[in-house]
């Protein structure tokens, strides 16, 4: 489904990805984990067109996009959950949604009713601008928004970020709620609790490549790989 | 009070016709730097343009030439607001003051072309038949149409502001003013919406430029004028907002008109004074529409 080779990227003064590597098949949720500033979130702004690659492919279901801008790039039925969130913070919750959905209508399952159904918080909150909601909230509102283009990649940087662990819970049902209707999943997370509960795979970066791949079950059991990449036990 | 409001009644009416004109223009300054942080300085210009279409067609004062020429203006300031547009597109990942520098130059290369062709006098545009007398207003005898002006300023003022923040094209000038990544992340061409939003805007300049005329006229140097008006408003108002252009344009209408009314020895420093005190106490205007994130 997606298919990186060799992919190097990153900003004016410095190189981050250094050769990335990295295959994930249809329907599967990959959990991103590696340090800070090892090059998670560089690779996932390069794979949205973000950041334009210095070499390298990026293939997404055989179709070609690394260098092109983000709106080829989303047509191409790529969807992004950014670092922070990002939500739109004059814009209403409605406001979003429907936006959205003008991209996505039709060429999917996912359409406002649907979403409000995986997200019920956001239908309690659909009058109120998107910068008063809590962080919860517009993560919720960040997933809904990607989600109503009805993408078959969606690429999430650290959703958990900020959030209490009752409401990253609801985060990683929406997450099995979306894997459930066939959408792959590249989840950045530094909440290994999140990413065991979601993923079917862990790969782990380190110094702008990716250095380690196994399933999670195996990851979990094999407490050396974090250990040495992570430096958690 | 009710004395001192009655002679100054005069500059108040002239302050909201400056105003009404002034948000006309400063909103699509504000909206496109906003959003695509290309500071438009050929919008002072594009103005001008109009004040000359008027000053063309309007010569005998009749309502053919005066709709003749904002049709006109309508169709130029659109396109002329897509090919700026599509110049400024290479320098999309310049700094902001390259973008401006061809601005700029445009603007200086439609002064002296407009200079070229209409000479260097002062060209007096009369309003169209039937609005070039004046109304009373309160016992003051005042030119209807300047009322008129008022009258449709705001009513554009309106419209402008109901589509930006009432309808899902608004919605998404307004994504685009927060974090136009993400509008393109979801598969929005962000230079589509540019083309569109500058079309727009510079349609908004050369019409606002016609309904200037007959209070205005046409002469060189009013685009650098109206340019810096306009630029003041943005600044006071907050990059990015439509409240903010419009409540920036009253102000400064009101500064403009019945600051130089009340206090004529400090007529130039007063616009700048304005300026100053909303700078300091505010530096990022009144309503930033700008919204950072990490």
Request: proline letters at 4%; aromatic letters at 4%.
């Amino acid at each position: 489904m997606l298919e990186v080779r060799g992919l190097r990227s990153g900003y004016k003064r410095s190189t981050v990805l250094q050769g990335v590597d990295l295959d994930v098949g249809g329907g599967r949720v990959l959990g991103l984990l590696g340090r800070n500033g090892v090059g998670k979130t560089t690779l996932i702004h390069t794979l949205m067109g973000l950041v334009s690659p210095s070499a390298g492919t990026v293939r997404v279901d055989g179709v070609e996009v690394a260098g092109r801008r983000p709106d080829v790039v989303a047509r191409a039925g790529v969807g992004l959950v950014p670092q922070g969130r990002r939500v739109w913070a004059p814009l209403t919750v409605t406001e979003h949604l429907d936006l959205a959905a003008r991209r996505g209508r039709g060429r999917g399952p996912w359409d406002v009713p649907r979403v409000l159904e995986l997200l019920p918080r956001l239908g309690e909150r659909r009058r109120h601008a998107a910068g008063q909601l809590s962080g919860g909230e517009q993560q919720m509102l960040a997933i809904a928004r990607a989600l109503l283009t009805n993408p078959r990649l969606v690429l999430m940087d650290e959703p958990s970020d900020g959030l209490a662990p009752a409401v990253v819970d609801l985060i990683g049902e929406a997450i099995a709620g979306m894997k459930a209707e066939g959408v792959t999943l590249v989840v950045v997370e530094q909440d290994l609790h999140l990413a065991f509960a979601v993923a079917d795979e862990i790969a782990v970066m380190d110094k702008g490549q990716v250095v380690h791949r196994s399933p999670t079950l195996e990851f979990r059991r094999d407490s050396s790989v974090a250990h040495a990449l992570l430096g958690v036990a | 009070m009710a004395g001192w409001f009655d002679a100054n009644l005069v500059s108040i009416l002239n302050g909201f016709a400056i105003g009404a004109l002034l948000f006309i223009l400063a909103v699509g300054l504000s909206i496109v730097f906003g959003m695509m942080d290309v500071l438009n300085l050929a919008h002072g210009a594009f103005f001008l343009v109009g004040s000359y279409l008027a000053a063309s067609f309007v010569a005998g004062g009749s309502w053919t030439g005066f709709l003749t020429a904002l049709g006109l203006a309508a169709v130029i300031g659109l396109l002329a607001g897509g090919v700026l547009s599509g110049l400024t597109e290479p320098l999309a990942r310049r700094p902001i003051l390259d973008q401006a520098l061809l601005t700029l130059g445009i603007s200086l290369i439609v002064a002296e072309v407009l200079s070229i062709v209409y000479g260097n006098d002062v060209r007096s545009v009369p309003p169209p038949p039937g609005l070039d007398g004046s109304t009373d207003v309160a016992g003051n005898a005042y030119p209807t149409y300047r009322l008129l002006l008022i009258g449709l300023g705001l009513l554009l003022a309106l419209v402008v502001w109901l589509v930006v923040e009432r309808t899902s094209v608004g919605a998404l000038v307004r994504a685009s003013v927060a974090d136009r990544e993400m509008v393109s992340a979801m598969g929005i061409d962000n230079r589509k919406v540019k083309v569109a939003v500058l079309g727009i805007g510079s349609l908004l300049a050369t019409v606002a430029g016609v309904l200037a005329a007959p209070v205005y006229g046409a002469r060189p140097g009013l685009d650098e004028t109206i340019l810096l008006l306009a630029l003041v408003v943005v600044v006071i108002g907050g990059l990015g907002s439509i409240r903010g252009a419009l409540i920036g344009a009253l102000v400064i209408g009101q500064v403009e008109s019945l600051g130089r009314a009340l206090l004529p020895d400090l007529a130039s420093f007063i616009l700048f004074g304005t300026l100053a005190l909303v700078l300091i106490v505010r530096p990022r205007g009144l309503f930033a529409g700008k919204v950072a994130h990490a």
